[in-house]
């Protein structure tokens, strides 16, 4: 079983330095907590108990998932990537594209094309990058 802090969803301990609000002013949440928990952390199966006996298809359609964001805190974005990656079967995803709705902070323009390694086959998942304006 994994350890550190955030993994399994719980608490992330702070300290009295870690409660500092500007680190909340900007992203709504605690960015300076965010940049400390692992990118690939554990999670707990929080499924109701019915949804964890039901027998799905064997084939099912494969899907693209799309993130849109808007200025969003760097580590929560490729966290939210790699539990998208890590969770779910590698079968139902075709893509996974992101929306960048005109970003103006520099660790968000995402350029070109990024590809991230699923730990599944070693198989590629497709992240790209668009631009538009007024999204949000």
Known sequence: MRSGKGEHGKPYPLTEEDHDDSAYRENGFN???SNNIA???SLPDI???NCKHKMYLERLP???IIIPFHNEGWTSLLRTIHSII???PETLIAEIILVDDFSDRDH???TGMLSLSSRKNDTETRVEASFFNGFF
């Open 31 to 33: 960015i300076f907590v």
């Open 39 to 41: 990118l690939e952390r």
């Open 47 to 49: 499924r109701h108990a």
């Open 62 to 64: 494969n899907t693209s």
């Open 86 to 88: 890590n969770r779910t």
């Open 108 to 110: 968000t323009n995402v």
